[in-house]
């Protein structure tokens, strides 16, 4: 790592799939003015590669794409399709894969561009194995029936042809490959705050996290 800036703001979320993790850290980074990572992106963007380009797709053409991941580039809309979704959870098994994106987290985490505050990370791991000092580590949920739909009109707005019981079997399939691999397991740690948001807005469910937040900055003189 380079430098480890000091005094940042380090929030770690982890969640299955469609549980409306990303939409509220966008917004909790927002606020706070922190510089978010979707992680979830990198082992899609690795998906991506490896259906795309399956004979080039070895450890030396990762390791450059790797070095030279663009932030912008993450928001590509061929990273939501279903098939990435499967394949990068296929791939996210694998320990030389996420050897290989460890440290690239773990930089934007602990020394993210001078401009913010500090950082907001998403994923699977987060809490407890790219950032587990983390000053704040939440778990967020909701139920399957829920996720799947969420992310059902996610793809039916990006034309995607797709039926909701097609999304509800791959969720299922990879909330089953998350949490139960045995490389960095999905899991809610002792020390995560669990929000479940099967019945919350993505508004409440940002003011239920704001206040858990500025509850403790409140109390450490911070805010
Ligand atoms: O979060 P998202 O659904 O975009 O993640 C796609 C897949 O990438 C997940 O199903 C999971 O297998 C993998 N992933 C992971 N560790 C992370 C983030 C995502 O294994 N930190």
Redo the contacts with the bound molecule.
């Keep these: 790592m380079k430098v480890k800036r000091k005094n940042i703001l380090k929030i770690a979320i982890d969640s299955p799939?469609a549980a409306g993790a990303g939409t509220v850290a966008k917004e909790i980074s927002k606020n706070y003015n922190l510089f978010y990572l979707?992680?979830?992106?990198i082992?899609?963007m690795i998906a991506y590669l490896k259906l795309n380009f399956p004979k080039k797709f070895n450890q030396n053409f990762l390791k450059k794409k790797i070095e030279s991941i663009k932030i912008k580039s993450l928001s590509n809309k061929a990273l939501l399709s279903d098939q990435v979704?499967a394949e990068?959870?296929i791939i996210?098994k694998s320990k030389n894969i996420r050897n290989l994106v460890h440290s690239f987290q773990v930089n934007l985490a602990y020394n993210p561009p001078k401009k913010f505050n500090g950082s907001c990370l998403d994923?699977?791991?987060?809490t407890y194995k790219i950032v587990p000092d983390a000053d704040f580590k939440f778990f967020i949920t909701a139920n399957i029936k829920t996720r799947a739909l969420r992310r059902y009109r996610e793809l039916k707005a990006l034309n995607k042809k797709i039926s909701y019981q097609e999304v509800l079997k791959s969720i299922k399939k990879?909330d089953k490959?998350?949490y139960s691999r045995k490389i960095?397991p999905l899991k809610k740690t002792k020390d995560s705050v669990l929000i479940n948001s099967t019945n919350l807005t993505k508004r409440s469910c940002f003011l239920k996290i704001k206040k858990i937040i500025d509850k403790k900055l409140k109390l450490n003189g911070n805010i």
């Design positions: 799939a979707d992680t979830g992106k082992y899609r979704s990068a959870s996210a994923g699977r791991d987060i990879r490959s998350d960095s």
